[in-house]
């Protein structure tokens, strides 16, 4: 049997179509044996292939793009079938269109749609026989009393008669088939999808766009052609709009919780959603914290394992064997107490419940270990559960989450850790009661999850971009990471200084090795419980910046990876290169007296000295960044040292350029912001300007062809491995390549309106968001609405005015009045999701807003550590009886059409 494969897809030189299926003559599903097309045209490949077959043939394949110049290759968003028998035709001729992952239509096909939109009873509608064309459409969202149909001018398809289309066959979700008659003919074919009522009996319209086009050579005898067509040309993706609610499962507070919202409470979250009509709960990590057992494992993005899930929220009272003895009393006692708290005490939270657990566990250890359902959770989930629970033991055994201090356990060896978790090792119980613990959590989430999709809601996650440096993960793989970086933020309207989250930067080529192993695996752990998840930065998979351990700010870091700039082209830019002045701390008298005022003769006689050229540097105790906060970690923690610490930090980080690694002083990436510098200040007014010609090409244009490569390799591979919707926060310094990847890929973007990503745009408007994409007015990394409208005056009355359109002077404080009208100009917006803080939904009520809307931040990027410990003033189960407030947020909804 002779088959053509053709696919149409504009290409340029350099660019070549492979296809990879599940035959020899296809490459036998590996991508790395995929069969080369050959080029028809600019805008179509084509490949010949004879298949010896019996009886019949069964064809599962797929296409890929190589860019050869960049190195990167990535597949098109779905699989394809062709199914026919060996007597049936001779000859095949496919005619594929490119399905690209970026298709509006295909965010229809994730997990999430799976839950929020029913399927349709239709009519069935019998395919034609015999037939020799068939034509192929995936289309979402067609009315259960319509169906697709096809029209065009040859007389097997209507001649153009919308009296009598071809009417089409939902063979699969989404996915439309008409059999027609088309050869022996000669020519050229034009036709258009549309729609066909089948209540009516009639023709509804056309798709928009041009007539589509095929031409014929009138076929052979026995002949089969197949037309697979993408993307109908009407805005119908774009009618469905939904909105959700954004709260940390921590922050939800229950009249039977233990001062900590837990896995349980999602049940009455989904209660009020459902009520208000609203489709999505969205949430902060959930993860695993643990590592120094104090407060600062407030921070959800520093896991100790991207696997386990947090015991602060399981809910004891649901535990088994919970309700014997007088655990009762002691439950309920610790509830009181507690739930009394304004926040979050994180300490006293899960010592308590730990303290619970344990008591559980130590009596009724071998029944729950016998459990058929714990046996069957523990057998699926060992390779990553053994390991965390090991790591769990010896980090309270150690004292320290940083395994390099555990003497023979500092590097993980598996067959050690296979001995320390046998059921026959002296520890056991230390080691299974962790099991225990996320058995009972695994339980307590999908059961929330599964009721609140039984409301029509589906629960987004949220992804963080780097892992915890003293984790499980990095201890179990340390060649995944490179341990002796941190990865963080520059500069941005978060921080002034940069952020330094001190995670390990991803090894991404060794993670390429086995295709992303590690990372397809996390995906199908998150896909158990979400149906979407929010990649957090997901800038880190084009660069990341990254900052030398000595560093605490994250000012000293630099783009990773990057193409840095050679000694020999600050010529061509008219700068006079001087490694000393402009990559050593700039410290002279005038600088001292600038930063330091009437101390600076104490500073310099205590951290600086002179070199044998006489400038001024840095005593070696005291030349990083690092060594100065060990140094002031010692000291007395009053406000002179700490702003001595500060300004100190500020002047070894005075310099123009940080060398390349491994250069030996010949390439340099430009400090971030080094405009503000005194440094730089002290420069001639041209050598300034030539600087910053410099400065600019570098960040904003050097790098855009080469961080597009850099995406393309990775997040292609990341997308395929989940069928979960996925939105990505791209906020701060974005590179252009940024959003045209994540649109070329089908990947929902964030906007948030006090962070406009257009250069000179000081608010972003909801009318302006494109459909696949998020919009809210505030995060968690950000003050709440009301928090907002009062930290600038001056901004707020530009919004006020320009934005919201209102005359006069602007309030003082957001009243609930324009809570309300903002957040409706948001629901109005284009955008598939408007997701919203639960704080702003409640400033839109007087009687339900927290007096001080400082008090409702969640998080404050600056400062690190942060203590994450919001948490509601109000209970769900109080929020669920306000009706009327429920119902006027399901008013909003439906008149935005959400």
Not at 481 to 495: H, I, N, R
Not at 543 to 562: K, N
Request: net charge negative; proline share 5%.
């Amino acid at each position: 049997m002779n088959i053509t494969f053709k696919v149409r897809y504009g290409t340029t030189f350099g660019q070549q179509l492979m296809i990879c299926g599940n035959h020899p003559l296809l490459g036998n599903n590996d991508p790395e044996q995929a069969i080369f097309m050959q080029f028809a045209n600019s805008s179509e490949w084509q490949l010949n292939l004879d298949f010896d077959i019996d009886e019949s043939l069964e064809l599962e394949y797929y296409y890929l793009f190589r860019n050869e110049k960049d190195g990167y290759t990535y597949s098109e968003h779905k699989k394809r079938h062709l199914v026919v028998e060996s007597l049936q035709y001779s000859v095949i001729e496919v005619l594929d269109t490119w399905s690209s992952p970026g298709l509006t239509d295909y965010a229809f096909d994730t997990q999430a749609f799976e839950i929020l939109l029913d399927t349709p009873e239709r009519v069935s509608i019998p395919l034609i026989q015999p037939f020799n064309a068939i034509f192929e459409i995936t289309v979402p969202l067609i009315p259960e009393h319509q169906t697709l149909c096809l029209v065009g001018n040859h007389p097997g398809i209507g001649g153009w008669n919308t009296e009598w289309p071809v009417l089409m066959t939902e063979i699969s979700k989404n996915h439309w088939r008409a059999q027609v008659q088309l050869m022996p003919f000669k020519g050229t074919v034009e036709y258009k999808y549309g729609l066909y009522d089948l209540q009516q009996q009639q023709f509804v319209g056309f798709e928009g766009g041009d007539n589509r086009v095929l031409t014929l050579d009138g076929g052979q005898k026995r002949s089969l052609l197949k037309v697979c067509d993408e993307g109908y040309r009407r805005s119908l993706s774009g009618s469905w709009r939904g909105t959700g609610v954004a709260i940390p499962v921590f922050s939800l507070r229950s009249k039977n919780g233990m001062g900590v919202g837990e896995f349980s409470d999602l049940k009455l979250l989904a209660d009020w959603a459902s009520d208000t009509g609203m489709k999505m709960l969205q949430i902060l990590p959930i993860n695993d914290t643990s590592a120094a057992h104090t407060w600062v494992d407030s921070y959800p993005y520093a896991a100790i394992s991207v696997f386990a899930l947090h015991p602060m929220f399981l809910n004891i009272d649901s535990l088994p064997f919970a309700d014997e003895g007088d655990l009762p009393k002691k439950i309920l006692k610790l509830k009181k107490q507690l739930n009394k708290e304004v926040h979050v005490d994180y300490e006293a939270v899960m010592n308590h419940k730990w303290s619970l657990i344990r008591e559980i566990f130590q009596v009724h250890q071998d029944d729950l270990l016998r459990d058929r359902g714990f046996k069957k959770y523990l057998k699926e989930n060992k390779e990553w559960l053994a390991p965390y629970a090991a790591f769990c033991y010896l980090r309270d055994l150690n004292g320290t989450p940083d395994f390099s201090q555990w003497g023979d356990y500092s590097v993980f060896k598996a067959r050690q850790i296979k001995q320390l978790v046998s059921e026959k090792s002296e520890v056991y119980s230390e080691i299974a009661i962790h099991y225990f613990v996320q058995y009972q959590l695994h339980i307590q989430l999908k059961e929330a999850v599964d009721y609140a999709h039984q409301k029509g809601l589906i629960l987004k996650g949220d992804i963080p971009i780097g892992i915890y440096r003293y984790s499980v993960d990095a201890w179990a793989a340390p060649e995944l990471f490179y341990m002796d970086m941190q990865a963080g933020a520059p500069p941005d309207d978060f921080s002034r200084k940069g952020q330094n989250w001190g995670f390990p930067t991803y090894n991404w080529d060794r993670m390429a090795a086995d295709h992303y192993d590690w990372w397809r695996k996390r995906f199908s752990q998150l896909a158990l419980y979400f149906d979407s998840f929010r990649i957090d930065h997901i800038l880190g998979f084009f660069r990341i910046w990254q900052i030398p351990l000595d560093a605490v700010e994250g000012l000293m870091g630099v783009f990773e990876p990057a193409l840095p700039i050679h000694i020999n082209e600050f010529a061509n830019w008219g700068i006079p290169f001087d490694y000393e002045r402009m990559c050593l701390p700039y410290i002279n008298d005038q600088v001292m007296e600038q930063l330091f005022g009437g101390d600076a003769g104490r500073v310099e006689a205590q951290f600086l000295q002179k070199d044998p050229k006489g400038r001024m540097v840095f005593k070696k105790e005291f030349d990083t960044q690092r060594k100065i906060k060990s140094f002031f970690d010692e000291q007395e923690q009053n406000e002179s040292n700490i702003s001595t610490r500060d300004k100190l930090y500020e002047l070894i980080s005075n310099v123009l350029f940080l060398e390349a690694e491994g250069s030996g002083k010949k390439e340099f990436h430009p400090r971030c912001l080094y405009k503000f510098t005194l440094s730089f200040k002290h420069l001639p007014g041209q050598m300034q300007q030539s600087l910053m010609d410099l400065y600019n090409d570098f960040y904003y244009k050097r790098h855009e062809a080469y961080w597009k490569a850099r995406g393309l390799k990775k997040l292609p591979a990341i997308k395929a491995a989940t069928n979960m919707l996925i939105c990505g926060e791209d906020l701060g310094m974005v590179p252009a390549s940024v959003p045209e990847v994540m649109e070329q890929l089908g990947i929902l973007s964030l906007e948030v309106q006090r962070m406009p990503k257009k250069p000179g745009e000081i608010f972003f408007h909801p009318k302006s968001a494109p459909y696949l994409s998020v919009v809210t007015p505030s995060s968690h990394d950000t003050s709440t609405l009301r928090g907002w409208w009062e930290e600038d005056k001056s901004l707020t009355q530009r919004y006020y005015n320009e934005i919201l359109g209102k005359y006069g002077e602007a309030p003082g404080e957001c009243t609930s009045e324009l809570c309300t009208s903002i957040i409706r100009q948001h629901l109005h917006s284009p955008a598939m999701w408007a997701i919203f803080p639960i704080q702003d939904y409640l400033g839109m009520s007087d009687k339900l807003r927290y007096p001080d809307p400082e008090a409702e931040r969640i998080n404050i990027p600056s400062i690190i550590p942060h203590y994450w410990r919001y948490r509601m003033h109000i209970a769900m189960e109080d929020l669920i009886q306000e009706e009327e407030f429920s119902k006027r947020i399901k008013h909003y909804l439906w008149l935005a059409g959400r």
